[in-house]
């Protein structure tokens, strides 16, 4: 009797187990089959951000070129202005520099003329301020 119950128990024992093993690898493929969806879902999800990043590098090159040609005209288009500035500017004064030298010369040549000696008795004598005055000599 004894030994009937032990068999009877380990049987019990044997039957809980195999449920107990069914059971775990029921829960087993069940946690499995849900990992197998996340996994699949993050694949898709990582996919999709893949091809997000790619389009969007993608047009962001298609930007970064056409940008930089406009730029670098408008680069080129400052520059030309800026060329043409100086270039009208150098000429301006060139056309200036020889006017005032033309100005300058009959000036200069009158200012040759000047005896500063006589011009300083003229003025004694238009303004009577007395006798000249003795001026130190230049040898």
């Not at 288009?77 to 150098?90: A, D, G, K, N």
């Not at 000429?91 to 009158?110: A, G, I, K």
Request: one cysteine or more.
């Amino acid at each position: 009797m004894l030994l009937d119950g032990i068999t009877e128990w380990q049987r019990d024992l044997q039957m809980k187990t195999q449920k107990l093993e069914i059971r775990l690898s029921n829960k087993t493929e069940e946690d499995l089959k849900k990992a197998r969806k996340k996994s699949t879902q993050a694949g898709d999800d990582l996919m999709c951000c893949v091809d997000l990043y790619n389009q969007t590098q993608s047009k962001w090159f298609e930007e970064m070129v056409t940008t930089t040609l406009e730029l670098e005209q408008l680069e080129v288009e400052r520059v030309e202005m800026i060329w043409q500035y100086l270039c009208q500017y150098t000429q301006l004064q060139q056309e200036m520099n020889t006017f005032n030298q033309s100005t300058v010369e009959p000036v200069d040549q009158h200012l040759q003329k000047v005896d500063l000696a006589k011009d300083r008795e003229l003025w004694v004598r238009e303004h009577k301020t007395g006798n000249i005055r003795p001026v130190d000599m230049e040898t």
